[in-house]
């Protein structure tokens, strides 16, 4: 059979494959298949994997996700989700065929469901108010609170996450916990008692960075017991199963936001809390982000049944794997290795493992790997067909010397089918913040390879994944080493033979549009650039992101109002006057973590100025777009930017007309 190369429509013939849970007993994995339904959303299913073979369970033509097994493994709850913003809470027997919805929230959501010790309960996440649940009286939003909208999840200025209880023989609601703050994560100890959450109750939570562990009687309207004195971030967290630790990921805030989160143990008995995962250095989350992958990047810690060992994942020298320590001994070692991307994994009492994996030309499958013999197998195998008829792009390894002759890791992927010939161009790929070049599956790279570019990226400065002492030189010096890395790594591969430096484009998203920016308000080595949900101006993204104290105590180490001139100094557009590279800008209209007017004033500055410039704005998306906007805006930002290069840097490959 002729093989083919990958093209954007190919987003609506790819399976996302996440949410691996494994039964107690070690005999069953659930997880999720999600899939474009048409050019307006998305459904899933959910599988079942026993007695070797792997059959869809759950099928409804909506989206569904999280199954969790009951401790019985008799039975599993799961979330379902409509375009129409209901969220549903449902249980099901292990065929799929008995099933019944418990609850459903209209415009409110529910995340992160548990059992209760005894099964007679599910515990769950949501911003759920009794007292707002009919129509408001007024559309008008009345603002208080600093931190009143996040990003894909619009205004939160009434609403607050708690912990809640189902109960379902009484067909009940009751909140566990209320009050003027957010529940981020919790979990039940082992005795059913407790509720341990992950929260700031403070009245100036706003303008703080830190989270800690409190904890609460079950049965509500109890006092709160606060457990730690953190002073960063905590995403989640678990009890041991003999109940006398909670495991969480957090760091300390040593390097502000450029400190790597970390495993942390909390002695229940002692009140003792310390990191058991120093030893590594390495931030125990997956950093690796990809276009394809579902799961969150931070799992919580695992713990193995002896309550002896806890289980985690880390990301390494652009890999990502499934790491243990064992809590006598703080020894950490690997329990899945190689060069791929693990985004999530679950542990049985017989210690199998049930883990997503990708690696640059597999999507992310389902794996099984039975820790006592080593043994492993993949028991998915669901986006075969389309990996059997498109010829993909492998990718390569690289070190170079950065100007202060610090070493500095890099990726390429050669053009597809190219071999021998003519220097090919290169489009330079630039990371967002916080994540991490590697061994993942990056269907954007993959497209751009498929029409006869190379790709080229690195872990510059600051990037996750190869130190503290890597990570934490970012603070307070963004556009500085970051920017060179990026330069160095280019001015390597033209030494090296590998690109033609007549051809070369630049891209990213996020705080790799920031980067993408302030390289063409830099250099003059890019013959196209295209940026995506960007920063443009610190001082208006100060105002107007969700994100803004990343700005005033990482970025900038400073306030906007005391030292304007040091905003502007590092915002891209004070230099606009030097762009000369044609620029498409993408943007989305609802982005509310790089707002819309970020990608405005860059537009209205070059366009103003006669520069070639076009702007392309994706109505009803979030920052997310890339990697969960409606299929067909994925693919029109895919054949925009691919239109855009073609456009500019010609690769003897036809080229792409503009899908608008």
């Known amino acids: 059979m002729t093989m083919r190369t990958a093209t954007p429509n190919d987003i609506y013939n790819l399976k996302f494959v996440h949410d691996p849970t494994i039964s107690p007993d070690g005999t069953q994995i659930l997880f999720t298949v999600t899939q474009a339904k048409g050019p307006e959303g998305y459904t899933s299913s959910i599988w079942k994997y026993s007695d070797r073979s792997c059959i869809p369970i759950v ?6 996700s999280n199954p969790v097994f009951s401790r019985k493994a008799d039975r599993f709850l799961y979330l379902s989700s409509s375009g129409s913003g209901c969220q549903e809470l449902w249980i099901s027997n292990l065929s799929g065929l008995d099933r019944c919805q418990i609850l459903r929230l209209e415009k409110r959501k529910i995340s992160s469901p548990k059992w209760s010790r005894d099964g007679r309960s599910v515990f769950f996440l949501s911003d759920y108010d009794p007292l707002r649940s009919g129509m408001p009286k007024t559309d008008v939003r009345l603002i208080n609170r600093m931190n009143y909208r996040f990003d894909g999840e619009g205004y939160l200025h009434d609403k607050r996450t708690h912990v809640f209880e189902f109960n379902l023989e009484e067909r009940k609601i009751k909140p566990v916990t209320q009050g003027e703050f957010d529940v981020v994560a919790f979990d039940l100890s082992p005795d059913g008692k407790t509720v341990a959450i992950i929260a700031n109750i403070g009245t100036e ?12 009687s079950t049965a509500g309207n109890s006092k709160i017991s606060r457990l730690t004195s953190n002073k960063g971030s905590m995403s989640s967290l678990s009890y041991s199963p003999n109940g006398n630790y909670i495991a969480f990921i957090g760091d300390d ?7 790597p989160v970390q495993v942390w143990v909390h002695n229940v008995k002692s009140q003792d809390t310390f990191c058991v995962s120093k030893k590594l250095d390495r931030p125990t989350r997956n950093s690796i982000h990809s276009d394809t992958m579902m799961n969150n990047s931070t799992h919580e810690p695992v713990w193995d049944v002896d309550s002896k060992t806890a289980y985690f994942t880390a990301t390494d020298w652009g890999k990502c794997n499934i790491f243990a320590v064992a809590l ?3 020894e950490v070692r690997e329990i899945t290795s190689g060069p791929q991307v693990v985004a999530g994994f679950s542990l049985s009492n017989d210690r199998k493992v049930a883990f997503a994996r990708m690696d640059p030309t597999h999507p992310c499958e389902i794996f099984l790997l039975k820790l006592e013999s080593g043994q492993q197998q993949q ?5 075969a067909n389309l990996i059997s008829e498109i010829k993909f792009s492998e990718i390569l390894e690289f070190n170079f010397s950065a100007r202060d002759k610090t070493e500095v890791h890099g990726f390429f992927m050669p053009p597809v089918g190219k071999q021998g010939g003519a220097k090919p161009p290169c489009i330079v790929e630039i990371h967002g913040g916080g994540g991490t070049e590697g061994y993942r599956f990056m269907f954007e790279f993959q497209c751009l390879a498929a029409l006869g570019y ?20 970012l603070t307070g010096r963004y556009m500085e080493k970051d920017y060179s890395d990026i330069i160095d790594m280019v001015d390597h591969l033209i030494r090296s033979g590998c690109i033609d430096e007549t051809r070369i484009g630049v891209t ?3 705080y790799g549009g920031y980067l993408t920016n302030w390289a063409v308000g830099h250099s003059k080595l890019f013959a196209a650039a295209v940026t995506d949900r960007s920063v443009v101006n610190l001082y208006s993204f100060y105002g107007t992101s969700d994100d803004y104290r990343l700005i005033e105590e990482d970025v900038q180490e400073s306030l906007p109002w005391d030292k304007p001139e040091h905003y502007l100094a590092k915002s891209p557009i004070s230099y606009t006057k030097d762009i000369t590279t044609p620029l ?8 509310f973590r790089c707002r819309l007017e970020q990608a405005e004033q860059l537009y209205a500055f070059l366009r103003r100025q006669g520069k070639e410039v076009v702007f392309a704005v994706f109505p009803g998306e979030s920052h997310g777009l890339s990697r969960g906007g409606k299929p067909h805006h994925r693919v029109e930002r895919l054949q925009l930017m691919l239109w855009w290069f073609t456009s500019h840097i010609r690769t003897g490959e036809k080229m792409v007309e503009c899908p608008i």
């Open 59 to 64: 099928s409804v033509g909506d989206r569904v």
């Open 205 to 216: 939570a706003d303008f703080q960075n830190n989270l800690d562990i409190y904890t609460l």
């Open 253 to 259: 805030y040593r390097f502000k936001f450029n400190t």
């Open 328 to 330: 006598d001994s703080l």
């Open 379 to 383: 028991i998915s195998d669901l986006n």
């Open 454 to 473: 190379s790709v080229a990226a690195c872990n510059f400065r600051g990037t996750a994944g190869y130190g503290e002492d890597f990570m934490k030189q």
């Open 508 to 510: 990213g998203g996020s």
């Open 584 to 591: 498409l800008i993408i943007h989305s209209e609802e982005d």
